[in-house]
């Protein structure tokens, strides 16, 4: 899709960038941040329940958790953990450190900085934080960075909304029916919010700008690297839809397919609705059920035990040998659209079965069938069973779900809700990533009350000395790199992943000269770094791991710059001092310098070797001169014009074709790949 069809269907999508930092005491408690452990020393077991707000209102989601009926059990370990995260000491002050970092990333994101920073209390109500709410602090707000990415022909302005400091969640450890446990280590540490504007507005922008909002976070030099130590929230709509959001993007790689799939999830639901109102489908049609046993109070949903009680299907026999309710529910002038296809590999029936998963939390699966599954399930016999019960006719659908009666109840009466909202389009939630590019159901996205001041911190002013502190050592921002790395004479793709890369500090001290030699530099250390990462089995091809330091690296470029060696030689020497740590520079220099009797010896050398290429065996016509060329220069390290080395070889070997590059750069088998 180009992204003119993206603009037919009003795709938009912004960022909610989240960031752990560097510290080394968690936000509002003196634990350590950033250490994961597996030891229990204790076990608390919580209930949530919700209460009214001011306005004598529930909110949705508080609602939906309470519904869930969950056990929340939080594994405690000693040494990561206080009364604070557990909620029964009130919080110390807020970590200095902390704040330190979220007013350098205001800085670099151009955002206007608060004077005071006002604690509030955001409602968290999963259970991932004791206090069923994550306190939250904004740093800054409404600023704007450069966005260019050439190959999108992007060139604006990307505006950030605002920076937010503020507390980590707990680790889920597992989710089972109605317990869900989790790990309470990660429990308050530091984190940034970086909330972008919804202004990205392709599949590909977004990931660019994820990718530009990491690169910012990382300019600090303090913050966390790792799985799950920057995770990106996403918002995305389309026309006539509804913003959703996605959760827990744990990399920008994933953003493009994700982002795709779910405007195609809504373009999906909008055909649904249209086809529901083409059919005079309202809301009436599907009210909830009132109070007590759904299939006892609604003329849509009946006890179905009965009906299928001779099925063959086991899940809905061992149902029924677990003593357990079946119940089926009644979708009128649903007929074909639980099948409607949604996202790749699902159908709407996937709307409704997500639903029915995460707040009925059925602990057997399956847990429901709908007349519309085809082969597998009831048979078409119950089908006509039920039907007739219901008195329903060929436009209607049905869905059968069997779990313990409570829990059916919930199922039922989420099915009518979920199957309700299909009159909207689009519903209001968050959703979860699943690696595949799809996603499903999460939570009711939270209403707009959420926030509400919290009464346990004071106002902390910003004081300016801090400010011009942190101005003073303000990291360079990724695209005023890359302008200094241009003007070096780089290409503008060069000089963006330099202005990324890890090695750009190390690219900056030895500070080669503009043109071939900042280019040569440039273009190897991205080529071999990470080749060498990789044969170590380093984590990451993109760590510097045991590069050489500037001092080692710096007189392979000065005796490149004055002209000691040949420009080639430079790639090679920097192979040598990453695979040996230990060897010193004016060795592996020395192997460089071109020898008097050099050209004597390739005189001889060349004659022979293109007689041994001659006798080769190889599938392309330019096999042997390839081959050739690599002996030849790997026998003269570099000292020699690799031109003239190919020259004399034709002038050898007979044939006409374009010759291989003997370049050892240049040789697939050793080229590094890119890797963000
Ligand atoms: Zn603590």
Redesign the pocket.
């Known amino acids: 899709m180009t992204s003119a069809d993206y603009e037919a269907i009003g795709f938009m999508s912004g960022l909610e960038v989240h960031q752990q930092l560097d510290t080394r005491s968690?936000l509002f408690?003196?634990?350590p941040a950033g250490r994961r452990v597996t030891r229990v020393d204790a076990e608390v077991l919580r209930h949530m329940r919700p209460t009214l707000s001011e306005l004598g209102e529930y909110d949705g989601t508080a609602l939906m958790e309470f519904k869930t009926k969950k056990e929340i059990v939080y594994l405690l370990e000693r040494g990561t953990?206080?009364t604070?995260?557990m909620d029964d000491t009130p919080p110390f002050e807020i970590d200095d450190e902390a704040v330190r970092i979220a007013i350098e990333m205001s800085e670099l994101c151009n955002l206007n900085l608060v004077s005071e920073l006002h604690v509030m209390r955001k409602q968290y109500l999963d259970g991932s934080i004791p206090t069923g709410f994550q306190r939250t602090a904004m740093v800054g707000l409404s600023g704007a960075i450069p966005f260019q990415v050439p190959e999108l022909g992007v060139n604006r302005e990307l505006s950030i909304r605002q920076l937010s400091l503020e507390e980590d969640s707990c680790r889920e450890v597992s989710d089972i029916g109605h317990r869900i446990t989790f790990r309470t280590d990660r429990l308050?540490m530091p984190l940034t919010e970086m909330v972008t504007e919804p202004e990205l507005l392709t599949p590909l922008e977004l990931q660019a700008g994820g990718r530009l909002l990491a690169h910012l976070a990382r300019t600090t030099g303090k913050v966390r690297r790792g799985p799950g130590a920057g995770r990106q929230d996403v918002n995305v709509s389309v026309s006539g839809g509804r913003r959703v959001e996605i959760k827990g993007v744990h990399h920008h790689r994933r953003l493009p397919l994700l982002v795709h799939t779910e405007a195609f999830r809504q373009l999906n639901l909008l055909r649904v609705k249209a086809e529901l109102e083409r059919r005079g489908v309202t809301p009436d049609a599907l009210k909830d059920p009132p109070k007590g046993f759904p299939w006892d109070t609604s003329a849509l949903v009946m006890d179905a035990e009965a009906a299928v009680a001779d099925t063959s299907f086991p899940p809905i026999r061992k149902a029924i040998s677990r003593g357990e309710t079946v119940c089926a529910v009644l979708l009128p002038g649903f007929a074909g659209l639980l099948s409607h296809p949604t996202q790749p590999g699902f159908t709407f029936a996937h709307e409704i079965s997500d639903r029915v998963r995460v707040i009925a939390c059925p602990v057997h699966v399956p847990f429901l069938a709908h007349s519309e599954i085809g082969r597998g399930g009831l048979i078409s016999r119950h089908w006509k069973v039920l039907e007739r019960a219901f008195g329903a006719g060929p436009g209607d659908a049905m869905v059968v779900v069997w779990a313990p009666s409570e829990d059916a109840a919930t199922a039922a009466r989420e099915i009518v809700i979920r199957a309700r909202e299909a009159l909207e389009g689009v519903p209001a939630e968050t959703r979860q990533a699943h690696p595949n590019g799809t996603n499903g159901f999460e939570r009711i996205l939270p209403g707009p009350d959420r926030m509400y001041p919290d009464t346990d911190t004071p106002p902390l002013p910003i004081p300016d000395r801090t400010v011009t502190e942190v101005r003073a050592q303000l990291g360079e921002p990724p695209w005023t790199r890359q302008a200094r790395y241009e003007e070096l004479g780089l290409d503008a793709r060069m000089a963006r992943s330099l202005a990324v890369a890890p090695w750009a500090d190390l690219f900056d001290k030895v500070a080669p000269h503009a043109g071939e030699p900042a280019r040569r530099l440039a273009g190897s250390l991205e080529k071999r770094i990470p080749f060498h990462a990789r044969r170590r089995g380093a984590s990451s091809p993109r760590t510097v791991g045991e590069a050489p330091d500037a001092d080692r690296l710096s007189p392979v470029v000065r005796a490149l710059e004055g002209g000691e060696i040949r420009q080639e030689a430079l790639v090679w020497a920097l192979d040598d001092l990453l695979a040996d740590p230990d060897r010193a520079v004016a060795e592996v220099l020395d192997n460089y310098r071109p020898r008097q009797d050099d050209e004597a010896e390739l005189e001889a050398a060349v004659p022979e070797i293109a007689q041994m290429a001659r006798t080769l065996q190889t599938a392309s016509a330019d096999g042997p001169v390839r081959w050739a060329m690599g002996m030849i220069m790997r026998r003269f390290f570099g000292r020699v014009d690799p031109a003239s080395v190919r020259e004399r070889l034709r002038s050898h070997l007979t044939v006409g074709e374009p010759l291989g590059n003997g370049d050892r750069s240049g040789g697939s088998e050793r080229t590094g790949e890119g890797d963000e």
């Open positions: 968690k408690c003196r634990c953990v206080c604070y995260e308050g």
